[in-house]
């Protein structure tokens, strides 16, 4: 489809299934590479990072575990700029090579809030890969290992990401217009 509506905004396609399979397929080489005897567990931000979880694991031939986390910053197409913890880790990740999963980092204060969290469980490292990122927007300083797509300071949906629980199931990423 080359444009979709939800809640009455009108979306165009911005990055095709094609092209997000390919640019996953490259992060998981890379971490296939530098964890292939470490067993990292990884750590999916959910919601929206669900289909780029589920996708990077199929790809991933490394022997590791998979945790969630539950956190919520976005109310409609902007973020709160405030980190709600919804569900929290169980899994204990001391000593542990952690990689965090994000669907996208904007103001990049959830996933400050998700590393800081992180830290206070004593981890070997941290690694984060993202699906999304928007450059212009960050209001943290943070050094993310995987970016998948650059993207300007547009709102999107599809491939996990939503309009008020709207368009997850989009196989294809759709931009505002």
Same mark, same amino acid.
């Not at 990077?56 to 197409?77: H, M, N, Q, R, W």
């Given at each position: 489809?080359?444009?979709?509506?939800?809640?009455?905004?009108?979306? /165009? !396609?911005?990055?095709?299934?094609?092209?997000?399979?390919?640019?996953?397929? =490259?992060?998981?080489? #890379?971490?296939?590479? #530098? %964890?292939?005897?470490?067993?990292?567990? %990884?750590?999916?931000? @959910?919601? /929206?990072?669900?289909? %780029?979880?589920?996708?990077?694991?199929?790809?991933?031939?490394?022997?590791?575990?998979?945790? %969630? =986390?539950? !956190?919520?910053?976005?109310?409609?197409?902007?973020?709160?700029?405030? =980190? &709600?913890? @919804?569900?929290?880790?169980?899994?204990?990740?001391?000593? #542990?090579?952690?990689?965090?999963?994000?669907?996208?980092?904007?103001?990049?204060?959830?996933?400050?809030?998700?590393?800081?969290?992180?830290?206070? *469980?004593?981890?070997?490292?941290?690694?984060?890969?993202?699906?999304? @990122? &928007?450059?212009?927007?960050? *209001?943290? &300083?943070?050094?993310?290992?995987?970016?998948?797509?650059?993207?300007?300071? &547009?709102?999107?949906?599809?491939? /996990?990401?939503? !309009?008020?629980?709207? /368009? #997850?199931?989009?196989?294809?990423?759709?931009?505002?217009?």
């Amino acid at each position: 489809m080359k444009q979709v509506t939800i809640q009455n905004k009108t979306f /165009g !396609l911005f990055i095709s299934a094609q092209e997000i399979d390919e640019s996953i397929k =490259v992060i998981a080489d #890379r971490i296939n590479k #530098r %964890f292939q005897d470490s067993h990292p567990i %990884f750590i999916s931000v @959910l919601n /929206g990072a669900f289909m %780029f979880t589920s996708d990077l694991l199929k790809k991933v031939d490394i022997p590791c575990e998979l945790s %969630f =986390v539950k !956190l919520a910053s976005y109310e409609g197409t902007t973020s709160s700029g405030a =980190v &709600k913890e @919804l569900v929290g880790l169980k899994e204990d990740i001391t000593n #542990r090579h952690v990689i965090i999963l994000e669907d996208i980092v904007d103001t990049g204060l959830t996933i400050s809030a998700v590393i800081a969290q992180l830290k206070t *469980k004593n981890p070997a490292t941290i690694t984060i890969a993202t699906l999304l @990122l &928007k450059p212009d927007c960050l *209001k943290e &300083k943070i050094h993310i290992d995987h970016i998948a797509f650059s993207i300007p300071d &547009k709102f999107v949906v599809g491939y /996990g990401l939503d !309009l008020d629980g709207y /368009g #997850r199931n989009l196989s294809d990423i759709y931009q505002l217009i």
